[in-house]
């Protein structure tokens, strides 16, 4: 059919750049917050890294079970733009919540206010999931505007990636490099950029509202199928009629088409159910990978990456990859008949995933390597340190005599045998005149690290704790003598401003990794990520340092964040491949009125790939980061060899021309088509 003049020449709706916009500040908003959310939960609301992921992936988990009534929202009730505009308000005061709640000062109950942030953010990022690209699509005429309508999403895939990429790398600056409310960090000022944005996009997408086309509601499809699966359930046991198939019972309410359409659908919803396991793996990038990378090296030379820009590895190498597949990768192994249909490549697909978390456990078998050895069970550890001018001898009955610990220096024990807490005899003396003796009060307690240091009138007794920062920082405990209270000491980085310790101060401080000289001394003291460190001080009869002597009581952190790329770039192979394969696939065999169901059904494989996380998580089955990526490992594998098995028995629909639901209008089965199949949708940071 041909078309008019004017017809061919329907202008660019520019409206959609109001929504483009809208879109990137929205993405800008969620993952500038997510990217730093698993460290906020654990450094600052101090929940164990077990339990913040188990929050972090709980809120990922309603990100991907709110679309659906996000959906059921716009398409039934309000209509596209009201829901976009009425949940991004919701979304916006989710993120003003969190930020407040993340500023102490301010006197919010932290947690139980970061909470309710969270799942109001959940509850917008995941209830516009479903309208804004459909909004965006809504604004051309079809079928002439074809072509402009795939610019449009290739511009709102761009949009998507640009937001997400620029806050990934941004809030961790913010949160790592601003300090505020007397913190090392400033998470209040991390969390408020995303939430201007996230207002920044209300603003602009209400400015828009005068050039938007705004459909009125029609009815949500998955309400639909909800409907007549459910009835054709409850005839099945209430009904004797004889049937080939237990949803014929519904053609009598629901409709022929309708029913045939939720036929074909199941058969392609069966083979989501494998699909959980690896979104179980793939979302904890922003959790288990980014607190494996606290423990690393991550110096280059000129600049310390963080942690959690680790993360934007993976949004860089989806741009990377989505053409080199398309392109290279695919027609390459098709020349070798490998990979040829769809479900063979998700199988690869999930097996790189695998590969990656494998990867991912050697990295953690190297980082254990370098943890200290703490004290375990029926066993305790003792470090007596010597600031005197002079040598000192211990004993310890019934196991040590006469054991040297040098001045300025210290020795360790290693305690066997001890189950709950012994008492031991001892003895130290020095300098002569100085003896120190127990009356059988040396208490040692088991699984315990103990620290004494010398002074001349007093042995001083603290909990040594010798295991790496959870922030990757060095850890520095100043032993001074003479012990004065009323005396600072202040270590200076190269001439910056200083850090000041009491010189009767005996507990632990982190302090930003660089080199060190302490007040009035100029001996040089390197402290280096994820180190612990213990400086002896000696001052003289004026209060000035006349001696130090330090020592790494812990080694810094030896591996380097940059040998985290190899997982990267392995599990983001396994996405183009399983993600974005999964979902080209299951809509190319379903009818086109069932694409809706199958985006939300997708989006619901992930919520409960999350919930497994927090299953998983909640058990505490291991201790070691190694042994529970080898447990992911073990379940992605088993879980693609049942795939490859139902991949085998699955017969590919060949669709004709007019297959699908000829009553629809074609123009509106184009829209939606391109709609969903857009790379707009894919999940990651291309998920719309």
Known sequence: MGFTKEEKTV?????????????????FSYYGMRTILSLYLRDILLFSESDSKIIYHTFAMFVYFFPIFGAI???????????????????????????????????????????????????????????VSAFGGDQFVLPQQELQLASFFSMFYFSINAGSLISTFLTPVLREDVHCFDEDSCYPLAFAIPGILMIVSIVVFVLGKPLYK??????????????????????KFHSSDKVDHWLDRSEAKYGKTLVNDIKVTLKVLVLFIPLPIFWALYDQQGSGWTFQATRMDGYIGFYTILPDQMQVINPLLILLFIPLFSYVVYPSLAKCNLLKTPLQRMVCGGLLTA?????????????????????????????????????????????????????????KLDISGVQGSKLYDFKITGCDSITYTSGSNFNITEKE??????????????????????????????????SKPDLNLTYWDSGKEGLTVGAHNNSLFTISPGTYKLENYNKELGFYLGGVYTVVVSLNDVNQVQKVE?????????????????????????????????????????????????????????AVGNLIIVIIESAKIFEKQSADFLLYTGLMVVDMIIFAFMAMRYKYIKKTENSDNEELDQSLQKKESNAIENPAFKHGDGDA
Request: with cysteine.
């Open 449 to 482: 690290a103990l620290l004494y240091y010398m002074l001349p009138d007093e042995f001083v007794k603290l909990v040594d704790n010798i295991d790496k920062d959870e922030k990757g920082l060095p850890k520095i405990r100043t032993l001074v003598n003479p």
């Open 355 to 411: 590969a990656s978390f494998a990867i991912s456990a050697g990295v953690a078998f190297a980082l254990e390597a370098t943890y200290p050895v703490l004290p375990t069970e029926g066993n305790a550890q003792i470090r007596i340190y010597n600031p005197l001018q002079c040598d000192a001898k211990l004993t310890v009955l019934p196991h040590i005599d006469n054991q040297e610990i040098k001045s300025m220096g210290y020795t």
């Open 11 to 27: 202008p660019y709706p520019k409206s959609v750049f109001f929504i483009v916009s809208n879109e990137f500040c929205e993405r």
């Open 214 to 235: 705004i459909r009125e509601p029609e009815g949500n499809v998955v309400v639909q199928v909800s409907k007549c699966i459910g009835h054709g359930i409850k005839q």
């Open 73 to 131: 929202l716009s398409d039934s009730f309000l209509g596209k733009f009201r829901t976009i505009l009425y949940v991004s308000i919701v979304y916006a005061c989710g993120n003003v919540l969190l930020s407040l709640a993340s500023a102490e000062p301010i006197g919010l109950p932290q947690i139980p206010f970061s909470m309710i942030g969270l799942l109001l953010i959940a509850l917008g990022t995941g209830g516009i999931k479903p309208c």
């Open 550 to 606: 330090y020592y790494e009581i812990t080694q810094p952190n030896s591996v380097h964040i940059l040998w985290l790329i190899p997982q990267y770039v392995v599990i983001t192979a396994g996405e183009i491949m399983f993600s974005i394969t999964g979902l080209e696939f299951s809509y190319s065999q379903a009818p086109i009125s069932m694409k809706s169901v199958l985006q939300a059904a997708f989006l619901l494989t992930t």
